[in-house]
């Protein structure tokens, strides 16, 4: 009787009802790409890389750091790809690696000394060094500064059977690589190295005083949201085929750091959803309504008052109080099958 009472309190976890999100809104992106216009389908990958670009962001929240120039990574990407393929004339497979591997290497130099920072430090600090990154580019000559660089080209992929020329391949490619990065970075979370990340949010001093390596877990974290950042800059250079210094601006770091605190900061499936929305919403305001970025700016506020832990965070907070309740109501049969 006691084993049954105990699994008749217990729900869904988190992680799974975190999974069946994740799932379901796949499917129907899959859906919706599959059924529409060359138009949607243009949308549809723009939603996927920036969800790439919020899962980057989104990762190194896990450790306690949130990051308003991460626009520099995306940034970074772009031109490392757009310099290799169009400058170098490397293969563009090539300046895809070359991209994430700047990212990576970008992220352990800059994190060697930002990430001992955090709060609204980390914050300023990381807008700076973005900045210096899109003030080089605005005024590089060789990327044509300010006018931007044309002709960058996508992926040769007919060794597979298809080609990214397609808009409908081209979001349909987005869409996986986001879902399988998506994943990826649930088994990392789930993981001991996840699990530190999380203790290092919660009380970062108590994790140093337990012996834990504050520093290099924080490092680590940062390389790696550095290097998803830029193969997310690297994508967007594909899609639009131009390099422009937008790419590495602070507009671009505040929307992308809406769309992850909208979906729910720390749930990573969150700045999928926010991501989306965000890129549907400007389009369909920008298309209908004259002062589109106030009302934009209205409706994220209004969900941030009603939904402060964002959409998912809002859901999983109620799986926990559902959770709590079946708990308290389960706990007076537990004492009286002990008496």
């Keep these: 009787m006691s084993s049954a009472s105990t699994g008749n309190r217990k729900i869904i976890s988190a992680t799974q009802l975190r999974l069946i999100i994740g799932f379901c809104f796949a499917l129907a992106a899959l859906v919706a790409q599959t059924f529409s216009g060359a138009f949607v389908q243009e949308l549809v990958a723009d939603a996927a890389i920036l969800s790439i670009f919020a899962l980057s962001l989104d990762f190194l929240a896990r450790s306690g750091l949130v990051s308003f120039g991460h626009a520099g990574f995306f940034g970074l990407g772009a031109y490392a790809f757009g310099g290799a393929a169009v400058l170098l004339e490397l293969p563009a497979w090539s300046g895809m690696l070359l991209a994430i591997a700047g990212g990576v290497i970008a992220g352990i130099l800059v994190g060697s000394f930002v990430v001992r ?7 300023m600090v990381t807008l700076a060094m973005a900045e210096m990154f899109y003030s080089f580019v605005f005024r590089s000559p060789l990327f044509n500064g300010a006018d931007g660089m044309g002709g960058v080209p996508r992926l040769d992929t007919t060794m597979f059977g298809f080609t990214l020329e397609d808009p409908s391949t081209f979001a349909l490619a987005m869409m996986v690589l986001c879902f399988v990065i998506w994943l990826v970075l649930e088994l990392v979370s789930a993981s001991p190295f996840g699990r530190v990340l999380d203790a290092i949010r919660q009380n970062d001093g108590r ?11 924080r490092l ?29 601006s602070w507009f671009l770091s505040g929307d992308v750091l809406i769309a992850v605190v909208i979906g729910g900061i720390g749930t990573l499936i969150g700045g999928i959803i926010g991501s989306t929305l965000l890129v549907f919403l400007k389009e369909v305001l920008s298309s209908h309504v004259g002062h589109w970025y106030f009302m934009l700016g209205a409706i994220f506020v209004a969900v941030a ?8 965070g809002t859901v ?15 706990r007076p049969a537990d004492e009286d099958e002990r008496t």
């Design 207 to 217: 994790v140093a005083a337990l012996g834990g390596r504050v520093f290099y877990y």
């Design 117 to 123: 920072t955090s709060g609204a430090f980390f914050i």
């Design 316 to 330: 999983l907070a109620i799986r926990e109080r559902k959770q709590a309740d079946l708990d308290a109501a389960a």
């Design 305 to 312: 008052l009603l939904l402060p832990k964002g959409i998912v």
């Design 220 to 248: 680590a974290a940062f390389a790696a949201s550095g290097g998803i950042g830029a193969l997310a800059g690297a994508l967007k250079a594909q899609h639009t085929n131009f390099l422009s210094p937008d790419l590495a």
